[in-house]
């Protein structure tokens, strides 16, 4: 069995401020671990994924994350925000073709940047 | 190339009326997977099909069925709505052995009054 749990429901920042966005799992197996974007209205588009390798992996549009084994964290950060970084962010985790490559989300965070 | 296909947009059923959500992808993917999304819930599962002709329970099966079309096609059934099932549903999909990237659709909104 696997779970995600996402440490902030809600992260307002102030646009060109930095933003970490937790993330924390717990899993009996190797996992793969994912962040996800939803802008309003749309779906879930990739940001970012851990496969293997290196533990910090770089995405689309700035942002990157840092797989931990040992803190069993996958945290979302962001050196300066836009405005456009509006949306709420989801981590997900599988534990591969073992379990049918589903996935499990955390809850959301809803992050709002402002002016 | 249109990606993940989802019809209708959105829906508005009244209690014990049933309908069907279609999705439909482009990409050749074998696996593709059904979530329903509600607020503070994240995205759960509810059933997916690791290939053609296979189908398998997720996290919350209850009240819904589904059928493997065809690679292409994999539809969600309900059929007697309830006001529970008022959610957002997100249709998936995944390439065989591609390093387990789902791609989603763009969601039906249903309401069940």
């Known amino acids: 069995a696997q779970s995600v749990t996402q440490l902030d429901s809600q992260v307002p920042v102030f646009e060109e401020a930095p933003v970490e966005l937790r993330c924390n799992y717990s899993s009996s197996v190797s996992v793969y671990l994912f962040w996800y974007v939803q802008y309003p209205n749309q779906g879930l588009q990739l940001l970012l994924k851990?496969?293997?390798?290196?533990?910090l992996v770089k995405g689309i549009n700035g942002f990157e994350a840092e797989f931990n084994k040992s803190q069993t964290s996958f945290h979302l950060r962001k050196p300066s925000v836009h405005i456009s970084d509006t949306a709420e962010y989801f981590c997900a985790v599988t534990g591969g073709e073992t379990s049918g490559s589903r996935l499990t989300f955390g809850e959301g965070t809803q992050l709002t940047v402002n002016p | 190339n249109a990606g993940v296909t989802q019809t209708p947009k959105f829906q508005v059923l009244k209690t014990g009326q049933s309908m069907t959500l279609q999705c439909a992808q482009d990409?050749?993917?074998?696996?593709m997977y059904w979530y329903r999304q509600d607020p503070g819930m994240g995205l759960r599962l509810i059933y997916y099909?690791?290939?053609?002709?296979?189908?398998d329970k997720g996290e919350v099966p209850n009240g819904y069925n589904v059928s493997r079309l065809n690679k292409r096609e994999f539809s969600l059934r309900l059929e007697s709505a309830a006001p529970s099932q008022t959610s957002v549903y997100f249709c998936?999909?995944?390439?065989?052995?591609?390093?387990?990237?789902?791609?989603f659709g763009p969601g039906t909104r249903l309401l069940v009054l």
């Open positions: 099909s690791a290939s053609e002709g296979t189908t």
């Open positions: 990409m050749n993917h074998n696996s």
């Open positions: 851990y496969l293997s390798g290196s533990t």
């Open positions: 998936a999909s995944r390439k065989p052995g591609g390093h387990e990237t789902q791609y």
